[in-house]
C-alpha cells in the first residue's frame, strides 16, 4: 500500500506533509482511507435511496387521487390504472432521475469555477444540511412535486459533495481515492439494499426515511473528527486563488507514494508557468484534455442510467414470487452491488481502457431494450445476473477514470482537474433520463 505523505498525531493533531520517511504512522493513513470511504458512502446515500424509491414515489399520486391527501407511500404492491403489458406508471421513473441528476449537472458544470471561494469545511455543513432535508421532504411529502423537491435537494447535496470530495484527494495520499470510490459503491449497496429491506419487511418507506436522518451527521463527524487533514486544506477560510494553499512540491509529496509508477508522471498541460492561479485559458486547456476521460464515462453512464430508469421499470415478471415494485427495488440493489465490487477493486486491478467498458455497457442497453421490446427472457432471475454486471462495469469505469485523471494531470492542475470531470457521470446520466421519456411512453402505450 502506498505511503501516506502526511505528518499528522495519530490522536488526531495534524502536521507538516512531507517532513521525512517515516512520517505518516499507520494510524492517521487509515483514518484517512476510512474517512473517505465514509464520506463516499454518506455523499451518495440520499441520492441512491431516492433512486430505489422512485416506484414508490410516483405510485404516490395514484394512491392520493384513490384515497386522501395525506396518503403516504404505498408499502406493498403495485397498482397501476394503465393497461399496458407493462404495468406502467403514468410517469416514467425516469421523472425522479432527472429530478436527481440536473441540479448536480448544473452544480458541476458551474462550480469547478467558483468552489475555490468556498472553504471545505462549510461545503460539508451545507451538504449534510441539505441531505438532512431531502430525507424530510420526500417522508412528510403529501404530493409528487414536494416528493421531487426533495430529491433536487439530495442531488444539490451529491453533485456539491462529489466534486468537493474529489478534489480534496489531492491534498492526501492518492490511495484515498480508493476509499471514497469503495465508500460511493457502498452507498449503493447500503442504500438500496436497506430501503429495499426495510420496506420488505413492512415498514412504510415514510419511517425508512426518516431513519436516515442518521447519515448526515455521520458525513460531519467523519470529516471534521476523523479525517486527519493537513494545514494546507483550507477549512474555514477561504481562498481568493486556486492551489496557492499548497506549493507544487508539497502537493506532489502529498499524492504520491514510493509504489507510484514512474511512467505515469503528469505532464503540465500550458504552457511553462509551474506556480501561481490557473488562468481561464489554462482552465479551458485543462477541460480539453479530460475529454477523453469524461466521454467514455458519460457513455457508461449513458448506457447503465437508461437501463435503471428507462428499462428497468419495464422488465416486469407478472408470475415471479415478487411484485413489480419489490422486482425493481431488488434490481437497483443488485445493480448497487456490482458498483461496490468494482469500486472497490482499485487496490486490485488497475483499468486503462475505458471505452472497452463504454462499449460493453452499451452492449447491456441494447439487449435489455430488446427485451423489453420482445420479452425473450423467461425470469426475472436472468435480469437479476444482468443488472448485477451491469453495476460492475459502470462502477470499473468511475474509480478508474478518476484513478488516472490523478495521475496523469499535472500537480497545479489536479484539483480543478478532479472536480471539473466529475460532470462526465452527470452527462450521461441527465442524456438518460431524457432518453428514459420517449421509450418509457411507447412501451407503455402497447
Known sequence: ???????????????????????????????????????????????????????????????????TPNATFPAGNSSSSSSSRYDCNPVSTAAVLLADILPTLVIKLAAPFVIHKMPYGVRVLLCSFMAATSFLLVSFSSSVWMSILGVIFASMSSGLGELSFLSLTVYFSREVLGGWGSGTGGAGVLGAL??????????????????????????????FFLLVAPPAVPQWTSRDTEYSAVSSEDRQQLVDGPEEEEQ??????????????????????????????????????????????????????????????????????????????????????????????????????????????????????????????????????YVNTFYFISKETADRQREFAMAAASVGDSLGIAAAGLAAFPVHSHFCSL
Open 264 to 397: 505515469d508522471k503528469p505532464a503540465p498541460v500550458t504552457g511553462d508557468r509551474t506556480t501561481g492561479p490557473l488562468t481561464l485559458t489554462e482552465k479551458l486547456d485543462v477541460i480539453k484534455g479530460l475529454l477523453r476521460f469524461v466521454f467514455p464515462l458519460g457513455l457508461v453512464y449513458f448506457a447503465e442510467y437508461f437501463i435503471n430508469q428507462g428499462l428497468m421499470e419495464l422488465l416486469y415478471f407478472p408470475t415471479f414470487f415478487l411484485s413489480h415494485a419489490e422486482q425493481y427495488r431488488w434490481y437497483q440493489t443488485l445493480y448497487q452491488v456490482g458498483v461496490l465490487v468494482s469500486r472497490s477493486s482499485l487496490c486490485c486491478v488497475k483499468i486503462r481502457k475505458l471505452w472497452f467498458l463504454s462499449l460493453l455497457q452499451v452492449v447491456n442497453a441494447v439487449v435489455l431494450l430488446s427485451a423489453v421490446q420482445y420479452q425473450f427472457l423467461p425470469s426475472a432471475w436472468l435480469v437479476f445476473v444482468v443488472v448485477l454486471y451491469e453495476g460492475l462495469l459502470g462502477g470499473a469505469a
Open 1 to 67: 500500500m502506498m505511503e501516506n505523505s502526511v505528518n499528522s498525531d495519530p490522536a488526531g493533531g495534524s502536521g507538516t506533509p512531507g517532513t521525512g520517511p517515516h512520517n505518516d504512522a499507520r494510524g492517521p493513513r487509515w483514518r484517512n482511507w476510512t474517512g473517505f470511504w465514509l464520506l463516499g458512502l454518506c455523499n451518495n446515500f440520499a441520492y441512491v435511496v431516492m433512486l430505489s424509491a422512485a416506484h414508490d414515489i410516483l405510485q404516490t399520486q395514484e394512491s392520493q387521487n384513490a384515497t
Open 194 to 223: 436497506v430501503y429495499s429491506g426495510l420496506t420488505q419487511l413492512g415498514l412504510s418507506p415514510q419511517k425508512t426515511l426518516l431513519l436516515m436522518l442518521l447519515i448526515p451527521f455521520i458525513m460531519v463527524l467523519s470529516y
